[in-house]
Every structure is written in C-alpha cells, then in structure tokens.
C-alpha cells in the first residue's frame, strides 16, 4: 500500500529530552512537511523540504530540526529547546512543493499523527 | 487581519439540512486551494480541491471567488457521518517557494 507512515502514534519524554519523530512515504513524492497542532488552534507548519538535502524554516521552526537525506524519509528532532513541545505532530508531503503546477502536485497527504507529550 | 480566517463555529444542523462555510483569504497572489476534513484526534483528510469553476463531488460542492478572496464549501443532505472539523487550506508561491496556510477550521455537528 502506498501512503504516509509515521511513528510512534504516542510518544512521552521527560524535560530537557531532545526527541526525533519518523515520517516515512513510499508515494515517491518529492515535498515533505511537518506541522503543530494544538486544541483549539490550527494546524502551523515548522518545516518543509521540496527536494532531498533541502528544507525550508517555516512560521515556527525555533526548537525543530529535521534532515532530508532520502527522498522518502523527513524525520523531525524536536530539541530541548522547544519551550511548550506537548502536541499532536503531523507530516505531509505532495508530489511537488515549489509551485502550483496544476493537477494536484501541490495537494497534500498527511500521515497519521504522533502525539507528543512531556512529562 | 489573519492570512487565513474560517469561523470556528460550532454549526450545529439537523440530518438532512444543507450547511455552507467561507473561509477567507488575504493574499490575493494566493494560487490553490482546498478543503480538508479533519476527524477528532485524527489527520487532516483531503476532501477536494477548488477550483475557479467550482467543483462538485457528489453532496459536496466548492467555490472559489478571485475577486472576493474567499473559498466556500456547500454540505447538502447532512448526514450524521459529515459531522467533523473542516479546514480550508490556502497555497502561495514566490520565488520558487511555497507557504502554505490553514485556517483554524470549521467545526460541523450534525444532529440526529
């Protein structure tokens, strides 16, 4: 089957842990995405990379880092730096990232979700 | 003002009732646009895309308005299932860049 896996679905660390989520896809796509998304709020993107070895800051990139080293892996680290990190994390990706190219390139699939929660 | 502005609602709609949402926009270079629906404690799920021309899958109907800078979507015949949170979804491009941007969304309750 073709899609968007993350992992793990729940996740617990302890103040002061850095944390690394996994986001894998097998639909060949050449954009990935990580976004936030807290209770009440909509979803705000901290990363993005439209081809492998290159990623983009988004609106809240402070006490993220991610790595694309292969096409089908994004994995984000969020670091002890992250002051408020307790949320639901999800990944995307869409066959091209750079521009509308029309025919849905830029449509987005979304992963299941790793929630994230420190103790 | 928001780059992208949806009202949170609730609606609350009896079965059977036909439900509209707007979702406005800022940027007028903004190019695609979309709706998703977003289950509780579950990932965004796309529902379509709009088009200028307005596009229509099955009890689902999307509009996009260029001049007025807002998206629509029109739910006929609510059914309980349709109940969920609907984001709309704003893309914009510049220099070879894209920035994407979701509204809050729309929470739709459909009542028995």
């Known amino acids: 089957d073709g899609g968007i896996t993350q992992s793990p679905k729940y996740l617990f660390r302890k103040e002061g842990q850095n944390v690394t989520l996994s986001c894998e896809q097998n639909?060949?796509?050449?954009?990935m995405y990580w976004y936030r998304q807290d209770p009440g709020q909509g979803l705000r993107l901290i990363y993005y990379s439209q081809i492998v070895n290159d990623f983009q800051k988004g609106d809240i990139a402070e006490g993220y880092s991610v790595s694309r080293e292969k096409k089908e892996s994004f994995p984000l680290t969020v670091t002890s730096a992250q002051k408020n990190p307790t949320a639901f994390y999800l990944c995307?990706?869409?066959?091209?990232?750079?521009?509308?190219?029309?025919?849905?390139?830029?449509?987005?699939?979304f992963g299941p979700g790793t929630r994230l929660t420190v103790l | 003002r928001k780059e992208v502005e949806q009202d949170p609602g609730p609606f609350n709609v009896p079965e059977g009732a036909t439900v509209a949402f707007n979702c406005t926009y800022s940027?007028?270079?903004?190019?695609?646009f979309f709706w998703y629906r977003q289950d509780c404690r579950k990932e965004p799920k796309l529902l379509m895309s709009?088009?200028?021309s307005g596009n229509e899958d099955g009890r689902f109907t999307a509009q996009l308005n260029r001049a007025s800078q807002y998206i629509s979507l029109l739910i006929r015949d609510s059914k309980l299932s349709d109940s969920a949170t609907y984001l709309c979804v704003v893309n914009s491009y510049s220099g070879g860049y894209q920035k994407v941007t979701f509204g809050i969304g729309t929470k739709l309750q459909v009542i028995p």
């Open positions: 940027n007028s270079a903004s190019q695609s």
């Open positions: 709009v088009y200028s």
């Open positions: 639909l060949n796509h050449d954009a």
């Open positions: 995307a990706s869409s066959p091209r990232g750079g521009t509308s190219g029309g025919g849905g390139t830029d449509t987005q699939y």
